[in-house]
């Protein structure tokens, strides 16, 4: 079964940093474009970052450019999210997804496989 495996949530200050990885089950992340989307209580999924196959291209939702920072290991067929300066509005499930296009794209419908999530609260 082809599935992603989120880690690294968990209970920070605002201000604060998180890194979120991302590893996938049963497949490698090569040449696959990766993307983490977030959805908060009550709200819609929405896309946060994105990652090219070759790690070069990049996206950030203006909201979090600036303060997250996404990036690839491809020895270790792991994709990080970086978060700084966190704030209550972060708050949510953080998912990340791998498309078997190698471009980055922050668009939902292109992400074939998602993990289960992995929760962030932001909150003094």
């Known amino acids: 079964q082809l599935q992603l495996v989120e880690s690294g949530g968990g209970l920070v200050q605002p201000a604060g940093s998180l890194t979120l990885s991302c590893v996938p089950s049963g497949f490698t992340l090569e040449g696959h474009a990766v993307g983490w989307f977030r959805q908060a209580p009550g709200k819609e999924r929405e896309a946060v970052s994105c990652?090219?196959?070759?790690?070069?291209?990049?996206n950030y939702a203006p909201s979090v450019m600036g303060r997250f920072t996404i990036s690839r290991d491809s020895a270790k067929n792991t994709v990080y999210l970086k978060m700084n300066d966190l704030k209550p509005e972060d708050t949510a499930v953080y998912y990340c997804?791998?498309?078997?296009?190698?471009?980055?794209?922050?668009?939902?419908?292109?992400?074939?496989?998602w993990g289960q999530g992995t929760q962030v609260t932001v909150s003094s």
């Open positions: 990652i090219g196959s070759s790690g070069k291209v990049t």
């Open positions: 997804a791998a498309t078997t296009s190698a471009i980055a794209t922050l668009k939902q419908t292109w992400y074939e496989y």
